[in-house]
T-cell receptor, first 114, second 115 residues
Framework: AQKITQTQPGMFVQEKEAVTLDCTYD???????LFWYKQPSSGEMIFLIY??????QNATEGRYSLNFQKARKSANLVISASQLGDSAMYFC???????????FGKGTMLLVSP | EAGVVQSPRYKIIEKKQPVAFWCNPI?????LYWYLQNLGQGPELLIR????????DSQLPKDRFSAERLKGVDSTLKIQPAELGDSAVYLC?????????????FGPGTRLTVL
């Protein structure tokens, strides 16, 4: 079984500052993938970044980076230079080897203030 | 390229009534998913299709929920009869077949309210 834990129900950050959203996971699969999605109030899940368990480098996509610490089973999302439009729910998810199903955490609500 | 299309976006019904949701995945995506998202929670898989075959429906409450994906493209999710606890957002997603790194693209969801 796979499990994703997001311990921060909500986070506040000022515009232009960096913020880290925490995610820990548990799996017995030797190979897996980790994802972060953004869900604005409109409801659509927007893919942000992906990290494979065997990737040597931490994934980066523009202002998003994934701080992957395999030994700690953590995959934190770092958003640099926050913008007002970053205010949304953020979900961490994982998929094990051989599966196509994503297991999601409960999410973290991020609010960016001017 | 068009994304995943879902309709309706919102639906309000009385309990015990039937309801159906429709999803059109991204062209060329063999895998289609239906997720249930309760308020304050992450999405949970209801059913996954590979082409027209339901390969994972273990979380689908089969006494009242049904789904189909005729011809391996569009899909319909039905609830009959609806209960108060079914009020939630129903998300459809699609991806290229297989692979732990394949990104899933989500539709905007259908928000169901059962009165």
């Amino acid at each position: 079984a796979q499990k994703i834990t997001q311990t921060q129900p909500g986070m506040f950050v000022q515009e232009k500052e960096a913020v880290t959203l925490d995610c820990t996971y548990d799996t017995s699969d030797p190979s897996y993938g980790l994802f972060w999605y953004k869900q604005p109030s409109s409801g659509e899940m927007i893919f942000l970044i992906y990290q494979g368990s065997y990737d040597q480098q931490n994934a980066t996509e523009g202002r998003y980076s994934l701080n992957f610490q395999k030994a700690r089973k953590s995959a934190n999302l770092v958003i640099s230079a926050s913008q007002l439009g970053d205010s949304a729910m953020y979900f961490c998810a994982m998929r094990g080897s051989g599966y196509s199903t994503l297991t999601f955490g409960k999410g973290t609500m991020l609010l960016v203030s001017p | 390229e068009a994304g995943v299309v879902q309709s309706p976006r919102y639906k309000i019904i009385e309990k015990k009534q039937p309801v159906a949701f429709w999803c059109n995945p991204i062209s060329g995506h063999n895998t289609l998913y239906w997720y249930l998202q309760n308020l304050g929670q992450g999405p949970e898989l209801l059913i996954r299709y590979e082409n027209e075959e339901a390969v994972d429906d273990s979380q689908l409450p089969k006494d009242r929920f049904s789904a189909e994906r005729l011809k391996g493209v569009d899909s319909t999710l039905k609830i009959q009869p609806a209960e108060l606890g079914d009020s939630a957002v129903y998300l459809c997603a699609s991806s290229l077949a297989g692979g732990e790194g394949n990104e899933q693209f989500f539709g905007p969801g259908t928000r169901l309210t059962v009165l």
